[in-house]
């Protein structure tokens, strides 16, 4: 399993953001896939998670409505869009895959197996 997160950097608040997540082929076919953020000092949390096929989202309570997470097929990437940031969602931002049913998606850390190595987002003026 293969992925790689890139995207990161500063970015004002109010301002919009992506970062990415490419995969291998057959982890981008088979997995429900995630982001996740950890700040410094804190737990990993949750942000937003897509299904294999791509039809089902989820997110968390602190980045609905604004963020959005989707499948890029051509490019076996999974990109989350950040609109409007605020210094809040600084963190490293992890991507992960779990090989699952066609419209699992988990939240919790612990049920992803695979995890790219991460991308820094920072958040400020």
């Known amino acids: 399993v293969q992925l790689q997160a890139s995207g990161g950097g500063l970015v004002q608040p109010g301002a919009s953001l992506t970062v990415s997540c490419a995969a291998d082929?057959?982890?981008?076919?088979?997995?429900?896939m995630a982001w996740f953020r950890q700040a410094q000092g804190n737990e990993r949390e949750f942000v937003a998670s897509?299904?294999?096929?791509?039809?089902?989202?989820d997110y968390s309570d602190s980045v609905k409505g604004r963020f959005t997470i989707s499948r890029v097929g051509g490019k076996n990437t999974v990109a989350l869009q950040m609109n409007d940031p605020k210094p809040e969602d600084t963190g490293v931002y992890l991507c992960?895959?779990?090989?699952?049913?066609?419209?699992?998606?988990?939240?919790?850390?612990?049920?992803?197996?695979?995890w790219g190595q991460g991308t820094l987002v920072t958040v400020s003026s």
């Open positions: 897509i299904s294999r096929t791509g039809n089902t989202q």
């Open positions: 992960a895959a779990k090989f699952a049913a066609l419209s699992y998606l988990p939240r919790g850390a612990s049920e992803y197996g695979y």
């Open positions: 082929v057959r982890t981008f076919r088979s997995a429900a």
